[in-house]
């Protein structure tokens, strides 16, 4: 089994954005980034709509033809409906704050486990598959398993920053972390600060890592290389070409 790459396009949208109009065209680089081997596409809305819009999010739903993960806050309703609505493979419960630049943290699944459990159980009977970001803490990985999602990606914010200094270290907690989750019955992606760097270490210590989406490295390492190979190159480091 390998590792999916879901392609994170809010980068794309943010560019966008600066400049009013439709260039880079969104829809057209989700195209592309499945033409060239990417197996999802990643969106993660803002209540404040500052990169990905809600419009963009129907308009992508008309034409991905691989798997697509929407990330967002469950609290905030516009969330909660359009997800509904487009019914996409995979929604990813993320606690985001307002205003937050990016995801910093994952969920107290203790803390809001009976929240959770209601927002799974509504999703999943929709056809709709649930992953509840968290770090990789063994108690917020049990209490994630108590809502009845079958997924959770693994925040790796803190893999990618000490992986400089000592890797052994770095993949140590979220080697446990997915043992841990696996021995429990759930599947795991991963997200956060993901780059060619450190990609291959994660993917080759973390056993049954189903998908990583990977966002801001993946759209830099473009500029450089083009996008066919930046998503070439990542593919490599999942042992996928
Ligand atoms: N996973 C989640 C839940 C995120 O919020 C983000 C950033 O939007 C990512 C993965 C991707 O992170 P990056 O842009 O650093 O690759």
Redesign the pocket.
Known sequence: MSTKLSV?I??IATLRNSRGGNVPDLLKVAIDCERYGAQGI?V?PRPDERHIRYRDILDLKAIITTEFNI?GNPREKKFLDLVLDVKPTQV?L?P?EIGQV??DHGWDTITHKSFLTDIVALFNSNGIRTSI?VDPNFKMIEAAKETGTTRI?L???NY?KYYTNNRLEAINLYKTAALRAKEIGLEI???????LENLGYFAENIVGLME????????SDALYFGLENAIQLYLRKLKQN
């Open positions: 994170n809010n980068k990643t993660h990330e990813t993320v985001d990016t995801s970001f990606e925040y790796t914010e990618a992606n991963a997200g956060h600060d993901l780059n990583v989406s990977i966002g801001h490295a993946l759209i």
